[in-house]
C-alpha cells in the first residue's frame, strides 16, 4: 500500500468540530487504500498563546523550557485528532514528534532536523494504525525535546514523507493552493494547477505564505511532491513537484509581494575591501537576516550601500549599523521602513529578454518610483512604496495576463 503524509495547518484545526472534518478527510484517503501519516500544526493561535504566557513569566526563558513549552500545543491537536478518528472507527495513535524519531540538533526555537528514525511509524503502519504526529518538534540527542521555528510543521511533513519514501506529501490549509498573486489584492489571481519547485522557493521567500521555505526546499532536494489544498473543500490544489515535463505556457508564473520592508542606506562609504565584512557580519551575528544589497559603482572611492530588512529589524539593524557606520567614516545612514516588495517569478523567464522592461514599463505607467531593483534568472524584484504594492501587483497581474488559465 502506498505512504500518503498529509499535514493539517493550524486552522484546520482550529476547533473540535475542524478536527472531526480532518478525521472524515484522513479516513477517505485511508479508504482509497493507503497507509496514512498525518502531521498536525497546533489548534488555531495556540502558539502565539503559548509565547505568550511564556512572556509573562520572563522575557528571556531558557531554550529548552520553551521548546517544551511550545512542543505541547501539537501534543494537544494530535492527540484530538487520533481520538477524532477512532471514534469513527479507524485505529489511530498519535505519536509525538521524539516518539516519531525525529532527531535534530540542540538549537532550541529553531532546531533543524539531522535524521528521522521512521522504526515506530513504520511498525504501528503495518500494525494497521493511521500515524498521527506532532508537528514543528523534535528531539535531541540527550533527549530534550526541540522546535523547528514558527511554521516548521511544514517542513516535519516533508521530512517524514522522504524518510518514509512516501509516494506524496499533502500540505492541507485554508487556500485553495498557490495563487498567481494573493487573492485579497487581485480578483482575478486564480490557483495554478502545479508550479515548479524553483519557483515555488522564490514565491515562499519573496512573501508569499502558503508554505515554508526551507519545507519546499527539502521537497526539492529529494524530489517529494507536495500537493498544497484546502481543507475545507474539495478543489484539487497545487502540484509543486520538479516540473520536468513542464512545457512553459505562460512565462510568468505568479506575483509575489511582502508590504513589511525596510532600507537602510550608508552614505558616502569608503570603497576599500573589507567594509561589506564590517557591516554584514555584525548584522548576521545578530541574527537579523538581510535581503536586497546593492552597492553604487564608487565613485573617487566613495560609494553607497543600501539594503534591506524586514520592517521588524529595523530598530535592531539600525543599533548595529549606526556605530559601524560612524567607525567606518561613512557619511551618513538614512533608513525608510515604509517600503513593500513586488517579485514577478516564472522558470521561463530564463534566457528571455523583454520581462524586466515590461514590468518596468507597467510599474512607470501607474507612476510607481522603484527604489530597488535585484533579479535572479527567475525572478525580478522590485521595492517600491508601501502604499503602492497593491496596485503595483494588479496591474503587474494584468500586464502579464496571469488571468488566463
Ligand atoms: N504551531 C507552530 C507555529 O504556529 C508550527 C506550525 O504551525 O507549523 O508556528
Ligand atoms: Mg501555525
Known amino acids: 500500500m502506498p505512504i500518503i503524509v498529509q499535514k493539517y495547518g493550524g486552522s484546520s484545526v482550529a ?5 472531526k472534518n480532518v478525521a472524515r478527510r484522513v479516513a477517505k484517503s485511508r479508504d482509497a487504500g493507503n497507509q496514512m501519516v498525518v502531521v498536525v500544526s497546533a489548534m488555531g493561535d495556540t502558539t502565539d498563546d503559548l509565547i505568550a504566557l511564556a512572556k509573562k513569566i520572563t522575557a528571556h526563558p531558557s531554550g529548552r523550557e520553551y521548546d517544551l513549552l511550545l512542543s505541547t500545543g501539537e501534543l494537544v491537536s494530535c492527540t484530538l485528532l487520533a481520538m477524532a478518528l477512532d471514534s469513527i472507527g479507524y485505529r489511530a495513535v498519535s505519536l509525538s514528534g521524539a516518539q516519531a524519531g525525529i532527531k535534530t540538533d540542540t538549537e532550541y526555537n529553531r532546531a533543524h532536523i539531522l535524521g528521522i528514525d521512521p522504526k515506530r511509524v ?11 504526529v506532532a508537528g514543528f518538534q523534535g528531539i535531541t540527542q540527550d533527549q530534550d525535546v ?3 521555528g514558527r511554521g516548521g510543521s511544514d517542513t516535519t511533513a516533508i521530512a517524514l514523507a522522504i524518510s518514509l519514501k512516501a509516494k506524496e506529501c499533502h500540505i492541507y490549509t485554508d487556500v485553495d493552493g498557490v495563487f498567481t498573486a494573493d487573492p485579497r489584492l487581485v480578483a482575478e489571481a486564480h490557483s495554478l494547477s502545479e508550479i515548479n519547485y524553483e519557483e515555488m522557493l522564490e514565491m515562499a521567500n519573496c512573501g508569499a505564505r502558503v508554505m515554508h521555505p526551507r519545507a519546499v526546499e527539502l521537497g526539492q532536494m529529494y524530489n517529494m511532491p507536495i500537493l498544497v489544498a484546502c481543507t475545507f473543500n474539495e478543489k484539487p490544489g497545487t502540484l509543486i513537484h520538479g516540473g520536468k515535463d513542464m512545457e512553459v505556457k505562460n512565462k510568468v508564473t505568479g506575483i509575489a509581494h511582502d508590504m513589511d520592508v525596510a532600507k537602510i542606506m550608508i552614505v558616502g562609504v569608503p570603497d576599500r575591501p573589507g567594509i561589506a565584512s564590517a557591516i554584514f557580519e555584525p548584522l548576521a551575528t545578530a541574527g537579523i537576516s538581510v535581503d536586497t544589497i546593492v552597492q553604487n559603482a564608487s565613485i573617487e572611492n566613495i560609494t553607497d550601500l543600501t539594503f534591506t530588512v524586514a520592517a521588524g529589524d529595523l530598530d535592531k539593524a539600525m543599533k548595529v549599523v549606526m556605530p559601524i557606520a560612524e567607525s567606518i567614516k561613512a557619511r551618513d545612514c538614512i533608513s525608510n521602513s515604509r517600503l513593500g516588495k513586488i517579485s514577478i517569478i516564472g522558470a521561463g523567464m530564463q534566457n528571455t529578454p523583454g520581462y524586466a522592461a515590461r514590468m518596468f514599463t507597467t510599474l512607470s505607467e501607474k507612476n510607481i518610483n522603484i527604489h530597488l531593483i535585484t533579479t535572479s534568472e527567475i525572478r525580478i524584484t522590485c521595492i517600491v512604496d508601501d502604499d503602492r504594492v ?4 494588479r496591474a503587474l497581474h494584468r500586464a502579464f495576463e496571469l488571468e488566463k488559465p
Not at 476547533?15 to 478536527?19: A, G, L, T, V, Y
Open 15 to 19: 476547533d473540535i468540530e475542524k478536527i
Open 390 to 393: 497593491s496596485e503595483a501587483v
Open 122 to 132: 513504520v511498525n504501528e503502519l503495518n500494525a494497521g494504525n493511521i500515524v498521527v
Open 146 to 148: 526541540t522546535t523547528l
